[in-house]
């Protein structure tokens, strides 16, 4: 199972969610090259994120990210 997160990002931004978690459920999460997914919430993944895209977490209260032991390629972290 592929996610496009890109998508998702774009319908976090147009419907203005506040907390926006991130939960990956034994799916494959690619950020292709130059894109990013903000997260205003928490993480939490049982798989690896996948591609050279940045993951960013942008909340404005603590944030939480439970990989499991996984990685994350590219994290940012802004708040």
């Known amino acids: 199972m592929k996610l496009h997160l890109i998508v998702f990002g774009l319908l976090t931004v147009a419907f203005n969610y506040t907390n926006a978690q991130l939960y990956i459920n034994n799916a ?3 950020i292709q ?3 990013s997914v903000v997260v205003q919430g928490d993480v939490t ?3 690896d994120i996948l591609g050279d895209g940045k ?3 942008k909340g ?3 944030q939480n990210i ?3 032991n996984f990685a994350v390629p590219n994290l940012e ?3």
């Open 28 to 30: 494959q999460l690619t």
């Open 33 to 35: 090259t130059g894109a």
């Open 45 to 47: 993944s049982n798989a």
């Open 55 to 57: 993951l960013v977490l």
């Open 60 to 62: 404005t209260s603590a």
């Open 66 to 68: 439970n990989m499991n």
């Open 77 to 79: 972290v802004d708040n």
